[in-house]
DNA sequence: GTCTATAGCTTGATAGAC
DNA sequence: GTCTATCAAGCTATAGAC
């Protein structure tokens, strides 16, 4: 019973990540997230009281998650680092669709002054900077080193994303994914 | 009189080239370009009969050709080629603000279905990738790699700009821009 | 070439029945 | 927890006077 609730929540919340992701704060409108969830308005401020914001900060909290614990969680875990990185690389590539999804951090930030919403993302790129460093100090790196070849690396990933979206290509983005082994460890 | 009149037009793009750029397509609602330009709907639309769409595709003509005849205009002219180099960096700096200012390319492209602003896009952003991929070539790179780190370049300048919006730190930016020697000529 | 006034639509958000 | 019906405000765009 729970459970089965649980996943209509689950199922709601992805619907709405993927019209944020792709359309922006403002792109999804509520008359689209109620075309893409079968949902009317009303039902919507059942669920999310605070309307459109709650739900956009809803879903940086879900995409945070995904991060930490599923894309991310390799490089805090035992095991070798250079195949903890590869499993790593393999879930980016899969969540960005090998370039052709782009970023919430960036979507959803353009044009949103909601203190939450800027707060989520910037604690989202936060702790990806933050993770990213602290397995490049446990490759050797020091501190410094690490975190600037940490948001080098995510810079590139990022930059991969908008070069895909504006130009169709997505080869910049793969080689993003492809030098983060010399990025993060030599 | 005619440089009066050329003039007026050049200071209408520039605003509007500052909405577009800091507030996406969406973001720049009439009413704010009412507010900045000083100027009402009617009179907007006396100028640009095709409306917003039209602004946007003049401010990204604009833009395009900031970028061809003063950014980039020195990798294509005669000169030692690190000092060429240094002279566009410089240029990208200011005009990105050291990263406190965004890239249209990102912020005009997202949920525009637009054919004319998304052509442009794309044209503005091979011409860049062209240049710079030209550059590296004069600098004794083979085409394809020459391409690719041209490519590679952009990206991380882009990436740099959302990590700077995302964040407020501008060092990922900053440090690309200084990376374009070892990138392009090395 | 600028303005006032207005049209028509879409937006995010609520009230209240069931 | 879903729905119908409605709201005020915002949006892009246009008509027509000066």
């Not at 992701?21 to 792109?27: I, L, M, Q, S, V």
């Not at 809803?58 to 499993?87: H, I, K, W």
């Not at 919403?117 to 490759?139: K, N, S, V």
């Not at 020091?142 to 991969?160: C, F, H, K, Q």
């Amino acid at each position: 019973m729970k459970t089965v609730k649980a996943q209509v929540k689950e199922d709601l919340l992805k619907t709405l990540t993927e019209l944020f992701r792709e359309n922006g704060y403002d792109g999804a409108s509520l008359s689209r997230i109620m075309e893409a969830t079968g949902l009317v308005k009303a039902s919507l401020y059942h669920r999310f009281a605070g309307g459109k914001e709650e739900m956009a900060e809803a879903v940086l909290d879900r995409t945070s998650q995904t991060f930490a614990g599923d894309l991310l969680a390799p490089l805090s875990a035992p095991g070798e680092p250079s195949e903890r990185l590869a499993q790593t690389a393999a879930r980016l590539k899969k969540f960005y669709r090998s370039g052709g999804l782009p970023c919430l951090l960036d979507t959803l930030t353009l044009n949103s002054n909601n203190q939450g919403i800027r707060r989520r993302a910037r604690g989202a790129l936060q702790y990806w900077i933050d993770t990213f460093a602290a397995f490049a100090r446990e490759c050797g790196h020091p501190p410094a080193t690490a975190r600037r070849r940490a948001e080098d690396a995510i810079a590139a990933l990022e930059g991969g994303l908008v070069l895909a979206r504006v130009s169709g290509n997505r080869q910049p983005f793969l080689r993003a994914l492809e030098s983060l082994p010399e990025r993060l460890m030599q």
